[in-house]
Every structure is written in C-alpha cells, then in structure tokens.
C-alpha cells in the first residue's frame, strides 16, 4: 500500500520469506557447532533488528521485498532454530510438550496484538517512522532474550535424553551427519515426504480462507469474525496439542499424524459448508489442527532422531516446506480463476494431507514394530547372558 503496489507484488514478500525460512535454516546446526549458541542467538538478533532498521529506508517495493522478506526473515529463522536448539537441550524429555506449547503460543500472542498495533501505527505515522519504532521496540525485547540465553547457559540446569533401544541402534542418530546418510535413512526421508505433501496443502486454505467466506455471502464484520475465530483456535491447538503428546508418554509423531489428518478432513468439508455456523464450525477446527502442527513437528524430529541431531534433522526437514508450500496458494488459486470456485483446489488439497496422514500413520506403525523387535532382542540378549 506504501509503495502503491499489487497484492501481488506485495505477496512476494511472504513468499520471500517462507524460501528464507526453509533455505536460512539449513547452516544454524554448523553455526552453533562453530560458534555456539548464544552468540549465534546474538548473531540472529543483530540481523532482524539491523534488518528491521534498514527496511525503514526503503523507497521502493523491490528494496522492501529484499530486506525484509530475506534479511529480516534470515535472522528471525537462525533465532528460531536456535531456539529450538535451547528448548531441547533445558527442557526434560516428560515436559518438552509442554515447554513447546507455551514458546508456540507466546509467537502467536505476539502475532495477534502486534499486527493490529503496527497497522494503527502506520496509518498514525506512515511506514517509515512504523518500522524505526518497530526496530527500537524489537531491539529491547531481543536484548532481553540474548541476556536470558546467556545467562542460561552459565547457570541453567541441562537435560540429558534416556536412551531408547531405537536411537542407541541408529548409527544416523549418534554418528552419521552427513547429508548421504540422512537421505539413506527411510525414516527421515518418508517423513520428509509427507511433510512436504502437507505443506502444499496446509498453506493453501489460511490463504484463501477470508476470500472464500466472503464469496459465501458472509457480511464483511462476520468475515473478519470468523478469521478471528480461526486465529484463536490455532493458539489453542499449539498449546493442546504438545501436551497430549506428553500424556502419551512423548508419541509426537501419532499426535502429528491426528492434526494432519484433521487439517485435511476440515478442508474437505469447507465446500460443504452451506451456514455461517457450518464456516465458523469448520474454521475452529481448521485453525485448532493448523495450530496444533507447529509446535509438534519440532518434537517429532526429537523423538525420531534423538536430541543431539533435533536440530540437524528440522534444519533439513524445512527444506520440504521451502520446495511445495509457496505453491499451495497459488495452485487453488488458479483453479478458481479458471472454475470460479474454490470448490476444487480445496478437495484436492484436502485429500493430499490426507495422503500426508497415512504416511505418518504407517511411519508410526512400522517404527513401533521396529521398537518391539529391538525390545524382544534385548530381552534375549539379557537372557542369554543370564
């Protein structure tokens, strides 16, 4: 709007951002083996903050898109898998859920009060004058999260994983690093693969969701209600979500396998929708499964590959979500210029991240029966040295 551009044009920085998040996060990992990790926290910080700062100087779309999109999204995914990196290794294995669930929903807290906030700014002050007050503000609050990092590595209590009979038995997850092994290694790789068929899917329907109700006939003020609705669930499916996989004494992955499938089944059932109630039904529950993703896939990856390659395996599971997801949106909305309806690309999608649930529901199945074999040939060894 600023810059008097398209929606297009102004699309690309999402898009930007999202290539940034899936391509940024791939060298962290080497970061903080030769860094460390608070000064690669530090290093993020400096980024978004210095980012944020020079954005605010933009005179035109095309600087704004490279600043932003790309350098302000650069620091925030390094702070944000280095966060992870911090969660796994202070938080105990019986809460991690939990501990996830509160960082999940503190982001979209933060969310829901900051773009409003920044949107009355900008009509108050402009861009410009938005996004220095924008950098100072963010400067106070991450010199206030570089300090904690700090000063939790100095004095905080580290947590160390039990060891189960699957991960002392995966060479990939105590030794091998290197990319070749990772791609070898079916587990990973079938969880790779569903995670990209989901996120073609998942981004789709957020995207289009406010244009879809409106075509519906919903009054504007109800649109805007609904939305509001679908945010509010989605907070509460990061903070539920976590801690359901705690209660299952840490299946991260079968809970991840629920939300998929609830995610595809709500957007399936979006072109039945034919009430205000019906949108507002399944758009609780396309925003409480949507939400409930978020904080479990970075369990997942610590439940399958142990703690010490956590971060290594979400680092290159992003990957899957830079190659599909920026193509989701576009992808239904082709289909409606083409059909008029959205009818369509929402099945299609729908039935991928249903594709995308019996994947993981088959990756659950076998690593469960590779348990129970690696737990009947414990139990002979022992009896064999008895």
């Given at each position: ?22 391509l940024?996060?791939?060298?962290v ?17 400096s ?13 035109s ?69 938005t ?21 939790l590595?100095r ?34 790789m ?7 068929i989901?996120?073609?899917?998942a ?8 244009t ?8 504007t ?12 669930a ?45 949108l ?8 409480f ?31 899957a ?15 409606h210029?083409?059909i ?26 076998a ?20």
């Amino acid at each position: 709007k600023a810059f008097k551009q398209s929606a297009g044009t102004a699309a690309l920085v999402a898009s930007f951002a999202d290539i940034t998040f899936g391509l940024g996060a791939l060298p962290v990992p080497f970061l903080h083996r030769r860094l460390g990790v608070p000064v690669t926290y530090v290093l993020g910080a400096s980024v978004v903050v210095l980012g944020v700062f020079l954005t605010s100087f933009a005179v035109s779309a095309e600087y704004f898109i490279c600043l932003h999109g790309i350098l302000v999204s650069l620091g925030l995914t390094i702070c944000y898998v280095t966060q992870l990196q911090i969660l796994y290794i202070y938080t105990p294995q019986q809460r991690r859920g939990l501990c996830m669930a509160f960082a999940a929903s503190g982001g979209g807290a933060g969310a829901a009060w900051m773009g409003p906030a920044l949107s009355v700014s900008f009509e108050q002050l402009g861009l410009h004058a938005t996004l220095r007050v924008f950098a100072s503000g963010l400067a106070v609050c991450l010199a206030v999260l570089v300090t904690t990092v700090c000063l939790l590595y100095r004095y905080g209590r580290q947590f160390k994983d039990s060891p189960t009979s699957e991960s002392s038995r995966t060479g990939l997850v105590r030794h091998n690093t290197s990319l070749c092994h990772w791609l070898c290694d079916p587990q990973f790789m079938t969880l790779y693969v569903a995670f990209a068929i989901y996120t073609f899917g998942a981004s789709a329907p957020p995207a289009h969701l406010p244009t879809y109700v409106a075509e519906q006939g919903v009054s504007t003020p109800l649109v805007g209600t609904i939305i509001s609705v679908f945010g509010i669930a989605n907070g509460l499916g990061r903070i539920v979500f976590p801690n359901v996989g705690d209660c299952l004494g840490g299946e991260y992955l079968r809970i991840f396998g629920v939300t998929v499938l609830a995610n595809g089944c709500s957007v399936l059932a979006l072109p039945l929708c034919r009430s205000t109630a019906s949108l507002f039904s399944v758009a609780g529950v396309l925003g409480f499964s949507f939400g409930g993703r978020i904080g479990v896939i970075c369990l997942v990856c610590c439940q399958l590959f142990g703690q010490e390659q956590a971060t290594k395996s979400f680092s290159l599971l992003t990957t899957a979500f830079t190659l599909t997801s920026p193509f989701g949106p576009p992808f239904v909305g082709l289909v409606h210029d083409c059909i008029g309806r959205y009818d369509i690309g929402f099945i299609v999608v729908g039935m991928l991240m249903v594709v995308s649930s019996i994947l993981l529901g088959w990756l659950d199945i076998a690593r469960t029966r590779r348990m129970k074999d690696f737990q009947v040939e414990d139990k002979d060894i022992g009896d064999e040295t008895l």
